[in-house]
């Protein structure tokens, strides 16, 4: 961000987190141990996760929740784990933000050096007509390397 500059769209924010490492694998998080928030309330993340915004003063952030989402028709009403109704799960709400707002959901470290060939795998659902882009990316010693890009898509898996 430039003095002067309006244009918040080509601004970035990044942070490193090194709370835990994780070293034992597989590794499993379905966010059962925090706690759901409500509203503008973000809840609290499992130790080890964090979050991360760049905004414009509105409430857009990853939220740990657990039923239906505010906004209708956007949101799972039961989470990928249990399949149900109180079980957790992360969530922005893409109405709490204006164009431009970002917000990052950094997970614990993993030491993956006894893994020759480690993968990620997660559930996603993305329904709505304002939601953008999700990108994942990891930090390799200080070097954030894309792993991959989710462009604004309708998406129910």
């Known amino acids: 961000s430039l003095a002067n500059d309006q244009l918040r769209f080509n601004d ?37 996760w964090s979050v991360t915004t760049n905004n414009s003063g509105f409430p857009f952030s990853w939220y740990l929740f657990s039923g239906s989402t505010g906004s209708f028709a956007t949101g799972p009403t039961v989470d990928h784990t249990f399949g149900t109704a109180s079980g957790k799960y992360v969530y922005t709400e893409a109405s709490n933000g204006i164009q431009g707002d970002t917000t990052i959901l950094t997970s614990p470290c ?16 993305r329904v709505g007509a304002t939601i953008g882009d999700m990108v994942i990316e990891y930090d390799d010693n200080g070097t954030w390397t894309l792993l991959d890009t989710f462009l604004y898509m309708n998406v129910l898996l």
């Open 12 to 48: 970035t924010a990044r942070a490193t987190v090194v709370n835990n490492t994780v070293s034992s694998f597989p590794y499993l998080e379905n966010f059962e141990s925090g706690t759901s928030g409500g509203g503008f309330a973000q809840g609290t993340f499992p130790n080890g």
């Open 110 to 125: 993993f030491n993956l050096t006894s893994l020759t060939n480690p993968t990620l795998e997660f559930w996603f659902h």
